[in-house]
């Protein structure tokens, strides 16, 4: 861990890692700019999908961007699982309406009540219920990136077992909220991404990390 790189702290830039691990993903193993598939898990006012879309349209036009959300906020975490107050049932509800208003004032292409249609994609509902099979099936692949803002364990187990075949190797994943050192047991995305790599098998490596030990991380080989 010691050779990670950190990079600059979220009070001087919200979106600094998601941007360096967005571009790493879009870079083949020769330099070459690659496209593909990107997913977001947790939408929230939309700042992330709006720096991606933006991002996609001037630099890499046929990529591809699904975004899930409730739009009510956080569900239930697990009962056996610890999480903070600031992650209530509840919590970080914003309506959809809000985040179209600002796709579509930046001019971005595609703006849904289904997968159809334009290359941004929103999916409303929570994952328990949104993350389908034939949803699975409809993913275009490759999957270059994910970024993970469930802030709960419930929400991003589900996201990783969904995920599991679907991703392959080189695909990158940017945590959020991975850890906040609150508590010594793990909790939230980083217990959930532990369980996950358990039970398939899945190989990371660390790409760098900011402050709430958000992070990068490039999967090296095929879960199972």
Excluded at 41 to 62: I, N
Excluded at 66 to 84: C, Q, T
């Amino acid at each position: 861990m010691a050779n990670v790189p950190m990079v600059a702290p979220r009070s001087r830039d919200q979106y600094e890692l998601l941007r360096q691990g967005f571009t790493i993903a879009h870079q083949s193993p020769d330099g070459t700019p690659r496209t593909g598939t990107n997913l977001e898990f947790g939408v929230r006012a939309g700042g992330s999908l709006l720096w991606m879309a933006k991002e996609a349209k001037e630099k890499y036009p046929e990529d591809v961007i699904y975004a899930f959300d409730s739009w009510e906020g956080l569900p239930e975490e697990d009962e056996n699982v610890w999480r903070p107050d600031r992650h209530n049932k509840g919590k970080f509800t914003v309506g959809k309406f809000e985040v179209e208003s600002q796709l579509r004032k930046a001019g971005v292409d595609g703006f849904l009540q289904s997968t159809s249609g334009g290359n941004t994609h929103l999916v409303d509902g929570f994952f328990s219920d949104s993350l389908t099979e034939s949803l699975r099936e409809e993913i275009p692949t490759p999957i270059i990136f994910v970024n993970i803002d469930c802030d709960l364990y419930i929400s991003t187990i589900q996201v990783l077992d969904w995920l599991t075949p679907i991703v392959a190797p080189g695909c990158v994943f940017h945590f959020d909220d991975w850890s906040s050192g609150e508590r010594e047991e793990k909790w939230g995305e980083e217990l959930a991404y532990e369980e996950w790599a358990n039970k398939t098998g899945a190989k990371t490596e660390t790409l760098a990390i900011a402050d709430h030990g958000r992070r990068i991380l490039r999967l090296l080989n095929q879960p199972k």
